[in-house]
């Protein structure tokens, strides 16, 4: 076993000793709301959003977008459980705004391997190990950090499956500062 995998059993034992009472926690989220951000780990939304286990749910995906699969989750969030308002978190010093749909699909092509960027940009190992499918995904980077939240909330709030009187509200989380940072024009 790798180091990493024993760190985080040795965390979880910790962790489980100490549970007490919270495995009897709801399934719906108590303060009946969800937050759409991104997997970023400088990002701690329990700690950004004040949140205890059982307050929220909380769906992370690259860039925070709001992906089919996103919108998926946030429908059975309010559906089957009952949240009644939504935040969309994007963030600063975002890795979505560092390439394209483009770059992704050359760099995968070129190789499976992990990707490194420098001064002149993205570079590949170029193993011949890549695939061309990753041309036809399409990766949602974003260009605009404000534009991309105004963008999220927008196709969120006119999905057909979403009720309309749902507040949803779109927000930066500043890396450098911690504040969220309200998105105007949504």
């Excluded at 034992?13 to 495995?23: I, P």
């Excluded at 329990?46 to 769906?59: C, N």
């Amino acid at each position: 076993m790798s180091k990493i995998h024993d760190e985080v059993l040795a965390a979880n034992k910790a962790y489980a000793d100490g549970f007490g009472e919270k495995g009897k926690l709801p399934m719906p989220p108590g303060r009946r709301f969800a937050i759409l951000t991104c997997m970023d780990a400088r990002l701690d939304p329990a700690k950004f959003a004040g949140l205890s286990e059982g307050d929220a749910h909380v769906i992370r995906n690259a860039g925070g977008r709001a992906s089919d699969d996103a919108i998926r989750s946030l429908v059975i969030s309010y559906k089957l459980l009952g949240t009644k308002e939504w935040f969309v978190i994007h963030h600063t010093d975002c890795g979505m705004l560092t390439f394209t749909n483009e770059i992704m699909g050359d760099l995968l092509a070129s190789s499976l391997k992990t990707a490194t960027v420098d001064d002149d940009g993205w570079q590949d190992s170029a193993d011949g190990s890549g695939s061309v499918e990753g041309r036809f995904i399409n990766w949602l980077t974003i260009s605009d950090n404000a534009k991309s939240v105004v963008e999220d909330v927008n196709r969120i709030r006119n999905h057909p499956l979403v009720p309309g009187d749902i507040p949803i509200h779109g927000y930066i989380y500043d890396c450098k500062s911690g504040k969220l940072i309200e998105v105007a024009g949504e």
